[in-house]
């Protein structure tokens, strides 16, 4: 894999931009239709649909889709003896521990904010009661949401293609959605995963990614297909 780091550092900044601009369309959406009846007509309205088959098939299997690819990208890494594209391997697994499994599974578990589909009707937002371990009452935030894009952002790393790279926030994007059409959770449990997968991600590569594949530079260090 031949990564330099100033093509990493144009890579990081495509992805930090796709970041925003999903955070910008969350944040317009909450601000536009909050957690309230705008939310619970697209419930209804998608129920019993062919849509609804759909996007269960999403909300279930997407984040498959990039735990597949990086197994295969620290498969390569280690059997290749490359050291770039295992870093970027292990990067995305300490972004997902950290972010998308400590920091989700706290806040939901402190927070205690009910689901959508926990509550009565015309309920939609309220009941947060605290720490629990009730996973009825685990939607803030959206564990979903934060663990897609932050496959999202490290595929926008990792590919050349820039396809690849909006197929990736495409696919976030869609999930982020089913859950809230799905009645899972709320448009505001959508954006906190949001921001918690770019926060987490995005200091991880530039922080400890980014260090190692410069060390790699400086130490002259390049993928053995380069050096025959």
């Given at each position: ?73 620290l498969l390569v890494g280690w059997r290749r003896g490359d050291r770039r594209l295992r ?10 521990l950290s972010g998308s499994v400590l920091i989700v599974r706290s806040l939901k578990i ?108 400086v130490l002259g260090r390049n993928d053995p297909d380069e050096a025959t």
């Open positions: 894999m031949s990564l330099p780091t100033a093509e990493f550092d144009q890579r990081l900044r495509w992805a930090l931009w796709g970041w925003i601009a999903a955070l910008a369309v969350n944040a317009v959406c909450v601000a536009t239709f909050g957690d309230g009846v705008a939310v619970t007509e697209l419930v209804v309205a998608v129920h019993g649909t062919v849509w609804h088959a759909l996007l269960s098939l999403f909300t279930d299997y997407g984040m498959y889709v990039f735990y597949a690819l990086f197994i295969i990208v870093t970027l391997g292990w990067g995305y697994v300490l972004a997902q402190l927070t205690g904010h009910a689901r959508p589909n926990a509550l009565a009707p015309g309920a939609a937002g309220s009941h947060w009661i605290g720490p629990t371990m009730d996973a009825s009452y685990h939607s803030f935030p959206s564990g979903h949401t934060a663990d897609l894009f932050t496959g999202a952002i490290f595929v926008a790393v990792l590919a050349r293609n820039p396809a690849l790279r909006v197929l990736g926030f495409a696919l976030a994007a869609l999930v982020a959605f089913s859950r809230v059409a799905l009645d899972k959770h709320y448009p505001t449990d959508v954006l906190a995963g949001l921001v918690i997968a770019g926060v987490v991600s995005l200091c991880l590569l530039a922080y400890w990614v980014r260090p190692r594949l410069r060390r790699d530079d």
